[in-house]
């Protein structure tokens, strides 16, 4: 079993790996390091207007640590047919799962570190703590993330009736950790690291007697299909991922803007890409997180050239996400056998991308003027910099990228 999971490692690796390179490419890496370093000088600005007795800190400091103990779940990389061909050695799945268990927790003790490595400033300016209390905060975090990981693996075997499992999932991602963080933050780091330490060795102690029991073939697979779909989601943000199958909704309230197609034969593929877009689950969402996590960075973000630099690069990662999207309907027979022109394919296909990209810049416009109203510079390079940008993206980008992908199809 430890071979077989060192197996299916490597190949997971690889596989992320892959997707990662892809994601990673020159101009994602470039465009990364100028917001990393926009953010670290924002950052670094606004911690010198700071000061320690601001009532709003200690809520932001355990909202951002709850937030960060639910990153990182139990990669146990199983796969559908294992409830069939490793049943016969169930008895031996444990050591499986226990070198799942490693692995998943070096992944979220490594996230839990570097969250408060990165908020340290925040929380030493606002609520001056010790350089021990620091570090109890560091290791509370760790012993609750423990914890956290080891109910999931109890939630692979067939427990009942015990406080500590199975349906108790929110007691231990956000109640437990929730109050014990607002007690460290609000009056003892002590008795919380006591207490999470004491949580995290009795659960630890139960795992033995869990292993006595028949292991959840459905539930294992379902909560590892649910992780990998995760990660193929964020995935999906930049490149296409072949492992999400698409799924289609009705969305009603669009009727009112997609019935504005007027039904004739030059727009056939406008209808079709416009209602293709907005009931395509996989699409319609990447727009939409997109548009928001976008939004909330201009909310929260003030200066001169960052917000610039972040509207255009979200208004560039919108756009190079919908450009798969002009191939959707190739594979359609009826495309092919009905008499329908593709001179307005290319044609369609930018106007629903400018209505698209065109929405983004104005909500991303008001954003920064609502934030940035007193800096007319960095009103008139948001405005002027989408403007080209989507015009240079839609009327010159796009035709040589669709025709480049082509080339590569044919």
């Known amino acids: 079993m430890n071979q077989l999971f060192k197996r299916r490692l490597v190949d997971h690796l690889k596989e992320m790996m892959k997707y990662l390179r892809l994601v990673f490419n020159d101009y994602f890496v470039l465009a990364l390091l100028f917001v990393i370093g926009g953010l670290g000088y924002y950052y670094s600005n606004a911690l010198k207007q700071l000061h320690a007795g601001l009532w709003w800190a200690p809520v932001v400091i355990i909202g951002i640590l709850l937030v960060s103990l639910q990153l990182g779940r139990f990669a146990t990389l199983v796969q559908a047919p294992d409830y069939v061909f490793l049943l016969p050695r169930e008895s031996e799945m444990v050591n499986y799962l226990k070198r799942g268990f490693n692995y998943s927790l070096g992944l979220a003790w490594l996230i839990q570190v570097l969250i408060w490595f990165l908020l340290l400033p925040f929380i030493q300016v606002t609520t001056q703590a010790s350089g021990v209390n620091l570090i109890s905060l560091l290791a509370i975090l760790i012993f ?3 914890t956290w990981l080891n109910t999931d693996f109890a939630r692979k075997y067939r427990i009942k009736h015990t406080w500590l499992l199975r349906d ?7 109640i437990i950790p929730g109050l014990l963080l607002v007690n460290a933050v609000y009056f003892s780091y002590l008795f919380s690291l006591i207490v999470s330490v004491l949580i ?3 659960s630890l102690l139960r795992r033995p007697s869990w ?4 292991i959840d073939w459905k539930t294992m697979i379902d909560d ?6 995760t990660v193929y989601q964020f995935f999906n943000l930049f490149t296409d ?15 009112g803007l997609l019935r504005r197609t007027k039904l004739i034969p030059k727009n056939t593929y406008l209808y079709l890409y416009s209602h293709g877009i907005a009931r395509d689950n996989e699409m319609s969402g990447l727009y939409v997180r997109l548009l928001v996590i976008g939004t909330l960075f201009l909310v929260f973000i003030q200066g001169e050239a960052l917000p610039i630099a972040l509207c255009l690069l979200f208004v560039y990662l919108i756009g190079f996400q919908m450009i798969p999207f002009y191939f959707h309907f190739d594979d359609n027979a009826f495309v092919h056998i009905y008499p329908v022109t593709h001179q307005n394919q290319m044609k ?3 106007r629903v991308l400018l209505i698209m990209l065109g929405s983004v810049a104005v909500v991303f416009g008001i954003a920064v003027i609502a934030i940035n109203y007193n800096n007319p510079i960095t009103i008139i390079g948001v405005v002027a910099g989408e403007l080209i940008e989507i015009w240079a993206f839609i009327y010159i980008y796009l035709p040589r990228r669709i025709a480049r992908s082509q080339r590569n199809r044919a």
Do not use: C
Not at 168 to 174: D, E, H, T, V
Not at 211 to 214: A, E, K, L, Y
């Open 168 to 174: 108790n999932r929110l007691l231990w991602r956000l």
């Open 224 to 229: 590892e299909n649910s992780r990998m779909h």
């Open 241 to 255: 991922v072949p492992a999400i199958s698409g799924s289609v909704k009705r969305r009603r309230y669009l009727d």
């Open 211 to 214: 292993t006595t029991h028949s």
């Open 348 to 350: 369609s296909f930018q």
């Open 144 to 146: 609750l993330k423990t």
């Open 200 to 202: 995290t060795v009795d």
